[in-house]
């Protein structure tokens, strides 16, 4: 079963105001059994191992596990996110591989709620039938670019 | 039957999808809503976080034009888009994305996306057009943006609400209908105008694991042609429904090529040891003038190691080792070769996990190296994805300031990305005819089309009339398979098996029996022929009537059964384009046995499509194909 949970491990996200991996299953899959307040995989077989879950509990009940249709057992990824960086852990199927673990930042420069879609750069004009969109023509550069756009290229031009 | 409360939402735009079109059509639309005064709101079947192709991340932006560098003109995109698809395409719309797709990249970066940079400060490039990030969180980042635009324009948004149907009349839209997964609610939006952008679609065709890893698809199986069914039942003139996509991958777990092609320079050989794009080069030639491009078209790269497969030459693996080794030697001393053979390992499982973690766990679970050992390579299985190297979608306006004298005519009608039905606007895998957009082109489009919306809404400002008989009658049939189980699931001792209804994963089951063996798919090596189609046509009828008898039990099972449904009409769109186009022209993705080879003098042309819901009949249509430019 592509996603599995803990059972020791899970508590039913009892603490929040949403259970975690039900809110972000992007397939609908995960859901809580209120009468034992533990998660489960309703359709393994419909799941893209993408990991939202993994990377949601907060009590790190969730793993994956090959699928059992063409994955050798013994093999596991494991995923640690937190709001800066992702740690990866890659466990061989032969142990004596030595495990791979790697450290990947997750974004850079802008705390955990605070994209601002609008203040970057000014915007053109206020024409809605202008091929100008927000942030443009500005946007369009960087500063280390040698050709600057004062407005949106059409062709030729 | 349960008792299900009816909920009406009115407002100006409605945007269906939460993937990288819409999010990119949420910032748009939020800063002129605004200014304008309009209300927006947007509908997502799942968490916009993580939902959509990029839930699982990326690790590469794929569109980036870059043309501030001054290295590259949108010429240069429109000419490399135009040849991967055989010639079939709208420069107009591709160049109207490529135009836009840089300041969405940027705007990506300061919004907090971490792009690599090398020492100079410079984007690291995987290829030409793609940049390299860390792209774990890319779908939470945009996603964000989005979220905090739509709260600043006082923007309504749904979670968890699966949108089956436009309300369409007069050839005007006017919203859409929906129900709630989570709960007994039944969604009437009425709206100004609504803009499509709910992905491509997968499980049309049988994947090639049918065990625990069905779900195992390259692309997200919670994709599922909501964008087709939306605009061809609402009657918008659809084109390039026959372009499927079927990617190369690492076999079973469908890890990305990219990085290993583009960024580490690696070959693909067969079992021998043979490179089959030099010793099948001169099956190209057949396919002049795209064979003889560079880059080879993605789908003729595909055939050429097709043939291979067929001549039974597979295993096909990527030389990972080799490509490693001869990167960590240019390396001046062995130190430096060392430390570059850590980083190139750690890029190559970053790619991975960045993006399709599955091989990863494949990779660990054959202990797989790839500094030591090569890996399989394979064909996946037909995908429609419009957005990608695929090209199937609504046939949309482009821009006036694109056109020519020769193109106006035909391309162009007054909004960009407004489908042929009026106020409804499409963008992403939604829209055809444009495609490696990829998701910052998608996200540059859905902008696109979410300002021509709002321009379309200040012109049209009127209220929506929904007929209220016409909403009953989409309530009735959005919950008809729900009524059907209650009613019938007693008459047997399995509900499972049971005569008087069909549950929805064999309903799904047996549309994917029908497009493998008729239109192409996995074990019929892709290949059909006019009299396959014809017979697979047949049996789609038959399934057609039979989704008046699915059968629900629960809302999850009520969102596969519409699922689906969607599917079912994405596949009949794709049959029927196959077959009205006379002659093979992507081999690489499928190949019409009866009509083996490309005929340019005929066929330079889009096949596009228009369904009546009202008589269940499909038109299908020539449109030429005019190039903004002279080749
Ligand atoms: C495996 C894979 C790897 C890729 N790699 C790259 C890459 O490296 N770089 C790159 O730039 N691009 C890549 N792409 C392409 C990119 O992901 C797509 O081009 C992009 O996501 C398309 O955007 P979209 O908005 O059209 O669809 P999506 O982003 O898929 O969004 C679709 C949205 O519609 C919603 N939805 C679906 N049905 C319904 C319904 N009935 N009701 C309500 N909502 C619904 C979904 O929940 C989702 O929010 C990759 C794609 C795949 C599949
Ligand atoms: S891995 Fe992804 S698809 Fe599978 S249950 Fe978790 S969130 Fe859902
Ligand atoms: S997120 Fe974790 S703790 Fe919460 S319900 Fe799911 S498995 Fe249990």
Redesign the pocket.
Known sequence: MPSFVIKDKCDGCKALDKTACQHIC?NDLMVLDKNTMKAFNQDPSMCWECYSCVKICPTQAIEVRGYADFVPMGASVTAMRSSEDILWTVQFRNKEIKPKRFKFPIRRGVAEGQAKAFDHYPTGDDDLKSPTLMSEPAGLNTERGKVKFDKVPTLGK | MADFEVKTVETDLLI???????CGAAVEASYWAKKKGLKVAL????A?DR????AMG??????YVDLNSGNNTLQDYMDYVRNDLMGITREDVVANIARHVDSTVHLFEKWGLPIWKDQDGNYVHEGRWQLMINGESYKVIVAEAAKNALAAANAQIFER???THPIVKDGKCMGAV?FNVRENKVYVFKAKATLV????AVHVFKPRSTGEGFGRS???P???G?SAFFTIYGGAEMTCQEVRFIPVRFKDAYG?V?AWFLLFKSVATNARNENYMQTNAAELEKWVPYGKVKPVPANLRNWLMMLDVMDGKSPIYMQTADAIKKIADQAPDEKAAKKKLKELEAEAWEDFLD??ISQAILWAATNVEPEVKASEIMACDPYF?G??SGASGAWVSGPEDLQNSDTKGEYFWGYPNMTTVQGMFAA???SGASSH????G?HAE?RIAAKAAISYIVDHNEAPKVDQAQVDALKAAVLKPIETFEKFKDATTDPEVNPNYIRAKQYMYRLQKIMDEYAGGVSSQFKTSDRLLEKGLELLAFLKEDAENLAAGNLHELMRAWESVHRTFQAEAHMRSILFREETRWPGYYFRADKPSMDNKNWLAFCNCVYNKDTNEWKMMKKPVKYLSKL
């Open positions: 992007p | 269906c999808g939460g993937g990288m079109a819409a509908v997502d079947k799942a916009m939902s959509g192709a990029v990326l690790s590469a932006i794929n569109q609400v699966f949108i929906g952008a709910m992905g491509g390259w692309y997200p919670f994709n599922s909501a990305p990219g993006m399709t994805i957005s990608h992403g895998d939604a957009k990829f998701s910052s998608s859905g």
